[in-house]
């Protein structure tokens, strides 16, 4: 549900963006806080991956898979306050934001769907004989390595 009320209220920001009632303004914290969330989120979502897949944690995968899609909106993020500092596209932010809701009606339906949600654990489960698993011990059609 996070995923769908974060596209929620980032289209209507965006919207009343483009449409003038609010314009965005340099933010060169914001640049600051992007660029360092971008070098960062990669590496603490396979962690997490990584943790829920040893524990045989579901939901802990799960968090992973919103933690990386913060990689993918900490990108759009920096592009967009880049474009608008450097270039004073206003309309930069607002369509990035957009991108950024887009991105997140996706996770959120796969979430919603069970996709990227195999949790077994390495190092307790044996697989059977008439289990199938990939090199990470992942069930056939399973993301969680990604």
Same mark, same amino acid.
């Given at each position: 549900?996070?995923?769908? #009320?974060?596209?929620?209220?980032?289209?209507?920001?965006?919207?009343?963006?483009?449409?003038?009632?609010?314009? #965005?303004?340099?933010?060169?914290?914001?640049?600051?806080?992007?660029?360092?969330?971008?070098?960062?989120?990669?590496?603490?979502? #396979?962690?997490?991956?990584?943790?829920?897949?040893?524990?045989?944690?579901?939901?802990?995968?799960?968090?992973?898979?919103?933690?990386?899609?913060?990689?993918?909106?900490?990108?759009?993020?920096?592009?967009?306050?880049?474009?608008?500092?450097?270039?004073?596209?206003?309309?930069?932010?607002?369509?990035?934001?957009?991108?950024?809701?887009?991105?997140?009606?996706?996770?959120?339906?796969?979430?919603?769907?069970?996709?990227?949600?195999?949790?077994?654990?390495?190092?307790?489960?044996?697989?059977?004989?008439?289990?199938?698993?990939? #090199?990470?011990?992942?069930?056939?059609?399973?993301?969680?390595?990604?």
């Amino acid at each position: 549900m996070s995923f769908f #009320a974060l596209a929620a209220y980032v289209t209507v920001d965006a919207v009343r963006a483009l449409t003038g009632t609010g314009e #965005a303004e340099r933010s060169i914290p914001g640049i600051v806080i992007a660029a360092l969330s971008l070098a960062v989120m990669p590496f603490l979502s #396979a962690a997490q991956r990584r943790a829920g897949r040893e524990l045989g944690s579901a939901s802990a995968v799960a968090d992973s898979k919103q933690t990386l899609l913060c990689t993918y909106l900490s990108a759009v993020l920096l592009l967009g306050l880049v474009l608008n500092a450097t270039l004073d596209w206003s309309w930069a932010d607002p369509i990035a934001a957009l991108v950024i809701a887009a991105i997140a009606v996706k996770e959120g339906r796969d979430a919603w769907q069970g996709k990227g949600c195999c949790a077994t654990p390495t190092a307790v489960a044996i697989p059977s004989a008439d289990t199938e698993t990939d #090199a990470c011990s992942c069930s056939p059609g399973c993301d969680c390595c990604n």
